[in-house]
Each structure stands twice: as C-alpha cells, then as structure tokens.
C-alpha cells in the first residue's frame, strides 16, 4: 500500500482530524492511488458546500476531473451513501436519539388525498377558487 501524503487546505468546508478519522475506512487506498482519499472527499465537501462548477475547484485540490470520478465511482459503488447513513446514526446517537428515527413527517400539502383534489383549489395565477378545475 502506497504512503500518499495529505496536504491540507484552509477551507471551511474541510474535515478537521477527527472527522476524517471517522470516515476514513470507507475510502481504502488502492494500488494506484496518487491522490490522498482525504483530498477528494474536502473537494467534493467544498463543491457541495459552494455549489461552485467540477472546472471550477480551487487549485489547491487534486485536478477536477479527478474529483470527479472519484465522487461518481464512490456514488454508483454505494460508498457515498454508506458515508452518509453512518454521519446520520452517529449524529442521533451523539443527540441522545435512537440510531433510527421512530416516524417520519410526509408534508400534507403534497400527498393528494381525495380524488376531489383534482377539481377544487385556488388557481395560483387567478388567486380565485375555480370549482370545475378548468381554468
């Protein structure tokens, strides 16, 4: 296994020691590697965070298209999720919650719940209530 050094930024966005101690066994160092794990996953951090563009990640993290596929491979094999429900259930924990949540909220505003629905409302555009659902 390749000793790939980290070098770190001086981003909001990147992961203190101990975050990335938590999540670092999700993404092993391959044979190939020639980018630190830690590096990607802080330039995909800072990607999210910003909602900048791929082209446009700062220089001091590994090439885009490198984060890139990174972030697209860590998607399609699950990783990313798997990252993500285990920051959730470590979170609820650290709150004094259960690992799972016990019920979940559906907005009601959403969910049809009649086939009325379709025929009564207020026409958004008018502000008016249209009873034959023809505008």
């Given at each position: 296994m390749k000793n790939i050094e980290y070098t770190p930024t001086n981003y909001?966005?990147?992961l203190t020691d101990a975050q990335w101690e938590?999540?670092?066994e999700f993404f092993p160092v391959g044979n190939k590697a020639s980018v630190h794990r830690r590096s990607l996953v802080e330039a995909v951090l800072y990607l999210?965070?910003?909602?900048c563009?791929?082209?446009?990640?700062?220089?001091?993290?590994?090439?885009?298209?490198t984060v890139k596929s990174f972030y697209y491979r860590a998607v399609a094999s699950g990783k990313w999720e798997k990252v993500m429900q285990?920051?959730?259930?470590?979170?609820?924990v650290a709150a004094?919650?259960?690992?799972?949540?016990?019920?979940?909220?559906i907005d009601s505003q959403s969910v049809k719940t009649t086939c009325d629905a379709d025929?009564?409302?207020?026409?958004?555009?008018?502000?008016?209530?249209?009873?034959?659902?023809i505008s």
């Open positions: 909001p966005s990147d938590k999540i670092k999210v965070k910003t909602g563009q791929w082209r446009l990640i700062p220089h001091d993290y590994p090439a885009w298209s285990y920051l959730v259930k470590e979170t609820r004094g919650r259960s690992e799972e949540p016990s019920y979940a909220l025929n009564r409302g207020y026409d958004g555009g008018k502000k008016q209530k249209d009873a034959s659902g």
